[in-house]
């Protein structure tokens, strides 16, 4: 989605906010977040678009109400609503699309509320961007215990391998098992990390308060498998006070977590999936821990004991490793 709109106009700028606040909800599109804060601070002509806006969605409010949907905006409740008539809305298009956002005000973050907006002044910072192309160093020895240093399962740094790209730069990561060394029994699983400590201390000590979110992603690619096994993408991130977890204590020792998944890698060599996650920061935090794993999973109804332990991938990667923090303050103005 292209979210630039050179048009000065009023309707063009409404337009725009409407597309902006759209991408905000449909996909916490972090660029379309800090665009929009910056639209509503520096556009004075924004500001009571924005406020008429929200003035037509109390009166959509008023409408739904009268159609009888407007359990719908009213989660405390249990029944179940109503159809809604569509018609009403395929004859306002304008209005459609804002109660999409109002329905997404009460499932999402989103900068402002009814009748007061408030501007957020959102802080936006790469943390770590790593595409392995200086070849580095991946300690074979579990969950890192100190930061700005790659350790997990068995792995090695490869550039173009068994006709497969890396989707940025000239070389990728290559998961090959799903155990370490000196891994215990206990300690082996079915899916092949890979980890990263990052200290955020030195974000969070520049804040008094305030949400500080973190936000991750990277991408997975494999070789045609058979069709009787399913490999799964995923990425983790683990809140921490301090560090020295292992892997079977690293769930239960976090203050925090988040996951996301790439389900079933597809089995084309030119594509790459992607898994994104966001996560948070609880006080206390100090360390953040970004894990991306290749997962063996069952299909159907096989029964995981009957998977491989610890399992060995035979053509499974991973690439372009992205961490951002997300660093907001809000700060009322007054109403329109």
Do not use: C
Not at 226 to 231: A, F, I, S
Request: glycine share 6%; charged share 25%.
């Amino acid at each position: 989605m292209n979210l630039e709109d050179p048009s000065s106009s009023p309707r063009s700028l409404e337009y725009r906010l409407l597309r902006l606040l759209l991408a905000v909800r449909e996909t916490q599109n972090p660029s379309a977040r800090a665009e929009l804060n910056m639209l509503l601070r520096e556009n004075a002509e924004a500001r009571p678009i924005m406020a008429r806006l929200m003035v037509d969605e109390q009166a959509l409010i008023s409408r739904l109400r009268e159609d009888g949907i407007v359990e719908l905006l009213e989660p405390a409740r249990t029944r179940r609503a109503p159809r809604i008539r569509m018609r009403w809305f395929a004859r306002r298009p304008i209005m459609a699309m804002s109660a999409g956002i109002l329905f997404g005000l009460f499932g999402a973050s989103v900068l402002f509320g009814f009748g007061v907006v408030g501007l957020s002044s959102e802080k936006v910072m790469t943390i770590l961007q790593e595409s392995f192309e200086n070849g580095s160093v991946i300690s074979v020895k579990g969950v890192p215990q100190k930061p700005d240093q790659w350790s997990g399962d068995f792995s090695q740094t490869v550039g173009e391998n068994q006709g497969i790209k890396p989707a940025h730069g000239a070389k990728m990561i290559r998961m090959l098992r799903s155990d370490y060394d000196g891994a215990t029994p206990m300690e082996r699983t079915h899916q092949g990390d890979l980890m990263r400590v990052i200290d955020v201390r030195p974000f969070l000590n520049s804040i008094n308060n305030g949400e500080v979110t973190v936000s991750s992603s990277a991408v997975f690619n494999a070789v045609p498998y058979p069709d009787t096994e399913r490999y799964d993408g995923a990425i983790y991130l683990y809140a921490l006070g301090e560090l020295g977890s292992t892997e079977t204590t690293l769930l239960k020792e976090s203050l925090a977590h988040s996951y996301a998944l790439s389900r079933s890698l597809d089995k084309d060599p030119a594509t790459w999936e992607k898994a994104t996650t966001r996560l948070h920061l609880p006080a206390g935090t100090e360390y953040v821990i970004v894990k991306i794993s290749v997962r063996r999973w069952p299909i159907e109804k096989e029964d995981p004991a009957s998977l491989p332990n610890p399992a060995t991938f035979k053509g499974h990667y991973v690439d372009d490793v992205r961490t951002s923090i997300h660093i907001r303050k809000t700060a009322p103005v007054a109403r329109n």
